[in-house]
């Protein structure tokens, strides 16, 4: 059965908003006020990079999203190599803390009676 275009745009504007929050998170954490549009456009290269490559596992996803995640905050945020390093490992942190939490709230829902 064919997935509608309506359905795959909106999970990827949805996996856009989730990393683009996640990582305004994390280089507020680690470089103290910065603007929201750059997170926006750190958010886009893991969302596509997820959505790309779903089909190689989570290792394969996690690893090139992790590193292209590294350079696309370096460029964006205009940082050197550790503190790029740093907003990376923190926007990765984040966004596994943030998406475990909104998995086990959502199977936690799931049980409610109806």
């Known amino acids: 059965m064919a997935v509608p275009v309506v359905a ?3 999970t990827f504007l949805l996996a856009v908003v989730f990393y683009a929050v ?3 998170l994390a280089a507020r954490y ?16 893991p969302a596509i990079i997820s959505f790309a490559l779903q089909a190689y596992g989570p290792a394969v996803v996690i690893a090139l ?13 205009r940082l ?9 490992l923190a926007h990765y942190t984040v966004a596994a803390l943030v998406g475990i939490t909104i998995f086990n709230l959502v199977r936690l829902l799931s049980t409610a009676p109806v």
């Open 8 to 10: 795959l745009v909106g």
């Open 22 to 24: 996640t990582a305004h």
């Open 30 to 45: 680690v470089l103290g006020d910065v603007p929201v549009k750059r997170a926006l456009a750190v958010g886009v290269v």
């Open 65 to 77: 999203s992790a590193s292209a995640d590294f350079f696309v905050i370096r460029a964006v945020y």
């Open 80 to 88: 050197k190599y550790r503190t790029a390093a740093v907003v990376a």
